[in-house]
């Protein structure tokens, strides 16, 4: 299978903390998408990494891609409440025609 | 402009009954693709439309089958279903193709089969 590989499952943290989730992949990819979804609701676009990118920043959002590795890291800085949920990394394989999401993260933000 | 819309949200139907469930592209979009979600295999990718032609097929059986009209809203229908076939299944509007650039989920429809 070409799925993508999160880590960790599961995270939970206090309010302030940073969260770091990983992605990993098996092939080579023309991007890597990050979504993030609330509780059995629909996914929401968080950021697009191209695979001539190393890092891009949306907000408290801080998104690498190292290519050599074949993984990608999702960082959220000083956390709140809301951000929890269940993250998702998405891999657009050169080799394919569709995105491939992984497992995902499930995110704890305690107040 | 409006997100995407997926009708309905909640469904119950028994086993051997057939679904319809219905998503409308934000305006624009020429690109559909579905994907089903269990707690057990995750979100799985169930077909792609763009312009009322299927372009990509997941790993389904052929009792999954969708269709697109031509103002780009589309159908998934599912027949004879299993129990297995309860799920949250999602639609996702892009621009022109799926993979290449970002997806818009609508809220999704829960199907319960009993």
């Known amino acids: 299978s070409q799925q993508g590989e999160e880590d960790p499952q599961a995270l939970s943290i206090q309010e302030g903390e940073n969260a770091t989730m990983n992605c990993s992949y098996k092939t080579s990819i023309n991007n890597l998408q990050w979504y993030r979804q609330n509780s059995g609701r629909g996914l929401v676009h968080l950021i697009l990494i191209r695979s001539n990118e190393r890092e891009k920043h949306s907000g408290r959002l801080r998104v690498t891609l190292d290519t050599s590795k074949k993984s990608s890291s999702l960082l959220i800085t000083a956390s709140r409440a809301a951000d929890t949920a269940s993250y998702f990394c998405a891999t657009d394989y050169v080799a394919g025609n569709k995105l491939t999401f992984g497992g995902g993260t499930r995110v704890l933000v305690k107040p | 402009k409006a997100g995407v819309t997926q009708t309905p949200r909640y469904l119950i139907k028994t086993r051997g009954q057939q679904v319809t469930l219905s998503c409308s592209p934000i305006?624009?979009?020429?690109?559909v693709s579905w994907y089903q979600q269990t707690p057990g295999q995750g979100l799985q990718f169930l077909f792609e439309y763009f312009s009322e032609t299927q372009r990509n097929k997941g790993n389904f059986p052929g009792r999954f089958s969708g269709r697109q009209f031509s103002n780009s809203r589309s159908e998934m229908n599912v027949s004879t279903l299993e129990l297995g076939d309860s799920a949250l299944y999602l639609c996702?509007?892009?621009?022109?193709?799926?993979?290449?650039?970002?997806?818009?989920f609508g809220p999704g429809t829960r199907l319960l089969v009993l």
């Open positions: 996702a509007s892009s621009l022109t193709t799926s993979g290449r650039e970002t997806q818009y």
């Open positions: 305006s624009g979009h020429r690109s």
